[in-house]
Structure formats: C-alpha cells, structure tokens
C-alpha cells in the first residue's frame, strides 16, 4: 500500500512564513483554535503531529511556544533581522523536527518465523519548515489582511512505509523525501474579525477534522484522521499536500464557530485506476507522486472536496482573568462536520461490465462522489482548582461513510491527556491514547471473492509523554502498538499470513529557531 512513488523533485528554495507571534491560541478554554494571523507555525503545519507546549490556564496543544524572540527560539532575534522584519509587519519563523523509529516486533516480514519483520531496525525522519506572514495592515495599512507562505525540506524514510504496512503512517510527518511549496494564501477579515476569509493554497487538516487534544500524540491517525487520510485521493488537502482552497469562518460570540471550505480534493493530481490493487488505495496517501514533488502544480483539474463544521464551546474561558475566575468550571468543545467530494473513485465490488470484481477481475467500476460524517468531543475532565496547571483532558473522535468506494468505513480514536504530570513540570504532558479503523464490506467481499486474506479492524495504541527541556525545545519519546495492521492484510513476503502486531518505539525532537 505504501509506495514510494516518488525520492522528491527539488527546486529553488523559497522562504516560507507563519506567524508565531503572541500566546498560543489553541486552547480548549478558548473554545476554539484561532487560526490565521496568531496560528502558531507548527498548527499550521499538521495537528496531526506533537504539539510544544501547554498553555499555563489549561489544557492546549498549541504546537508553538510563545513570540520567537530571545527566550523563545534558539537563534533569538537573528541579529536584529526579526525586530527588522517585524517593522514592516513580517513575522519569520524557522523549526526543525526530528524523529528516530523502530518496531521491534512484528510489521513486514515477520512470518519468517522468528516474529521479527525483516526490515527491523530503525528509521529517521526529519523536516525543516521556514515560514513567514505579513501583516498587511502594519505593512501598507489593509486592516485585517494577512498573506502567508510557507515550505518544507522533508528528509529520511518513512518506518510505515518501508516496514509496517499500516493504514495510517506511525508518524504524522511521515512522507516523501522532497524540497516543497507547502501553503501560500490570502486572509481577510470582516465583520470586526467574526467573519474571515482565506484563498489560495491550503492545508485544511489545521482547521477542519482536527481534535486539539489529539493532537498531542505522534501516529498520525490522531491528526487527520484514518477516514479521509485512507480514502481520499492522496489523503485530501493535508500535510505536506496543500491544494487550492477557499475557506469561510463566521465566530458570532464566544461560543459558536461555522466553517466552510470548498478545495480541490486531489492535491498530487493523479487519479488513474491503475493503481487499484490488493487493498484497493485509489492513490498513496503518503505520497507526493512524481506529478508534483515541489508543491507548484496548484492542481485543479480533478474534483471538489466540499467541507462544514459546526463548533460549540462549552463553558469557554475568554482568557480575561475575571471572566475566568467568574467561570471556572471545566471547558469542552464539541464539533460536527462533514464533507462530500465530488470526483469519481473505483468500485470495490463491480467491475466495468457489472462483475464481481474480487471474482473475476477486470477494471473497477468509477462511482460518482463521496462523502464522510464526523464528531468530536474535547473535554476538561478535572482540574484540581480554576488556576492550578495540572490538569486531565478527554478526547473522543468518530468518523463514518460508505462503503463500496472506501478502505475504511468507520473510524474512532479517544484519549486522556494529563498536563503537568510531575511536580515542577508544568509544561509537560503524558498522554494516553487509542483507536481503531474498520475495513468496509466493499474491500472484505473483494477479498473473500479473491480468495485472500479478509480484512477487518486495525487498532494502535500510543503512550506518549511531552517534555518541554528549553523554551524553544521539546523532547517526546513515544510507544505504540498495532494490532492488525491494515485491518490483517496478508504479509507481502508471504500473502497467505498476516502482518504481525507491531511494537513500535520512537523519539521526538523539535527545535523552534
């Protein structure tokens, strides 16, 4: 399933931008996560993975530390170049991540007999993402205009794909070697910033289908979920495959945000039932494909990918100390989406003259559109008194959709997260996590038709724990554990026997310059 389509085309390195100015604003007592001018660099980039740190109040998982200046980043002010830069209303922002796995049971090549898989030892990962934001209003006076490009170097090879075989990569920065475009888009703000506006390339898993507490955790089935990550062609418009979007966000008060966003859902542009095999895949989802391993193609040509999401902040601490301590009770958001694209996906049942697929091969049948519900639950479960700073949170994701046109028909993962677990650590976090992706009755009737192994549920779990060592360094060792990788498909060095449960043990590391 997971090929390596492509090494990575390089081009001429661009400098990339997100603000990482002022707090942190991902916090579940905010009731929302404020994107755009205030995002945080690394929220931007994937929620699927680590976030760097907790906000004091309660429980966040805003990737970035505060304003990048001495105390904040290694390289502090640059020289002067980021107080120069901040003059003309430029924000920059370097950070590199690094990540060292290895599973020591199990994964590809473990019927061989003695349960270790035989491409067993480890693997690196490693990223550098430079960013950079204007503010327009501080640069020529256009109030609530904010243009944001940004890039990644990714480096290294993938565990999942050279020696796991699961659905969802072990790793949200798990992909392509490749130098990339990432995001490049325009905001605009309305209405005294309840409304705003964003155009242009986009990476819709930093808003959309995102549990913030989730986003603690490494696998990255906790980011951009199994559903869309599986199903979708080259896992939709996520990290590092941004595609042209526009995107709505209404927040009347405090406690309700709409969203809406209309994207092209093939960011790689390669839809070719060619590619339709054992596990059915319409496309890699971890690929960047050798159509577009710099970001530049802007593809537009395939479908649409129609998204929603309702958002209700429970209980919601403004961040003012006085609402805060006249509202100290725990706060949750909760949200509900859904999105339907419109392109066309193979059929996992029928062949092009009706026939069983599984059965008597052929060419799939192309089905029109897709679609896929969602619920998330975020939730503040206990905090020993309104200012205290450690704290228990609760996440809770489901996902559901059809199942003749997908891999995975439901989806869901739940965790706890406990902040300062450990006297005078209060800003590290042990997290505790689960889930689990259900093979649909497409892909199981196409394998008991072809006479092969059937398919059924892939559970992980994850036991991470987040240490902040520097202002501008956090360090995440991590454990987890699958059962059934991709549902119990057969092992590619013997297809009549299951790839075996995989121990998986990693270290995180991620440095804000």
């Known amino acids: 399933m997971f090929r390596r389509v492509c090494e990575g085309i390089f081009f001429w390195g661009i400098g990339g931008f997100i603000s990482v100015a002022g707090q942190a604003q991902t916090a579940i007592a905010g009731g929302q996560a404020h994107l755009g001018a205030s995002t945080p660099f690394l929220a931007q980039i994937d929620p699927a993975t680590v976030r760097d740190s907790w906000q004091a109040g309660a429980i966040t998982t805003s990737h970035s530390q505060d304003t990048p200046s001495a105390g904040g980043s290694l390289l502090g002010n640059m020289g002067g170049l980021r107080p120069w830069l901040a003059r003309y209303g430029l924000t920059l922002s370097i950070q590199d991540v690094n990540e060292l796995w290895g599973n020591a049971t199990g994964g590809i090549g473990s019927t061989n007999g003695d349960g270790r898989g035989s491409g067993t030892g480890p693997s690196y990962i490693g990223i550098t993402m430079p960013t950079l934001m204007a503010d327009l209003e501080r640069m020529i006076g256009l109030k609530g205009a904010t243009i944001n490009i940004s890039a990644l170097q990714i480096r290294g090879r993938a565990v999942t794909q050279d020696h796991l075989g699961n659905f969802n990569p072990i790793s949200g920065f798990e992909a392509d070697r490749s130098t990339r475009l990432f995001e490049l888009w325009y905001q605009q703000s309305f209405l005294r910033g309840a409304l705003d506006v964003k155009i242009g390339q986009q990476d819709l898993d930093t808003e959309f289908l995102i549990s913030d507490y989730a986003s603690l955790y490494l696998n990255a089935n906790f980011g951009w ?74 593809n537009m040509g395939t479908g649409a990918l129609l998204i929603t999401e309702i958002q209700y902040a429970f209980n919601p601490q403004s961040g003012d100390s006085g ?38 091969g052929g060419t799939p049948r192309w089905d029109r559109g897709n679609w896929l519900i969602y619920g998330i639950i975020d939730q503040l479960i206990w905090r020993p008194s309104p200012d205290a700073s450690r704290a228990l949170g609760l996440f809770v994701r489901a996902t559901g959709n059809s199942g003749d046109r997908n891999i995975i028909s439901f989806a869901i993962d739940a965790g706890l997260n406990l902040k300062a677990p450990f006297s005078g650590r209060t800003n590290d976090t042990l997290g505790l996590g689960w889930g689990i992706g259900r093979v649909t009755s497409g892909v199981r009737a196409y394998d008991r038709a072809r006479g092969a192994l059937v398919q059924g549920n892939e559970n992980h779990f994850e036991l991470t724990y987040q240490a902040q060592i520097t202002p501008w360094m956090v360090v995440q060792p991590d454990f987890q554990y699958v059962l059934n990788p991709s549902g119990g498909t057969g092992d590619p060095s013997c297809p009549t026997h299951r790839i075996g449960d995989e121990a998986v043990f990693g270290l ?5 310059f």
């Open 323 to 360: 609402r805060a301590a006249s509202h100290p009770g725990l706060s949750g958001v909760y949200k509900l989406g859904g999105y339907y694209d419109t392109a066309r996906f193979p059929d996992y049942r029928y062949n092009t003259q009706g026939l069983s697929l599984g059965a008597d």
């Open 508 to 512: 995180h590391t991620n440095v804000n």
């Open 225 to 298: 979920p199994m559903g869309p990550s599986v199903n979708l062609y080259a896992g939709g418009p996520s990290w590092p495959l941004a595609a042209p979007a526009i995107r709505l966000r209404y927040r009347p008060g405090e406690k309700y945000t709409f969203m809406f966003a209309a994207a092209d859902d093939n960011p790689s542009g390669n839809q070719d039932s060619s590619v339709f095999g054992v596990t059915g895949n319409p496309a890699d989802p971890t690929s960047q494909t050798i159509r577009d391993g710099s970001g530049t193609q802007f």
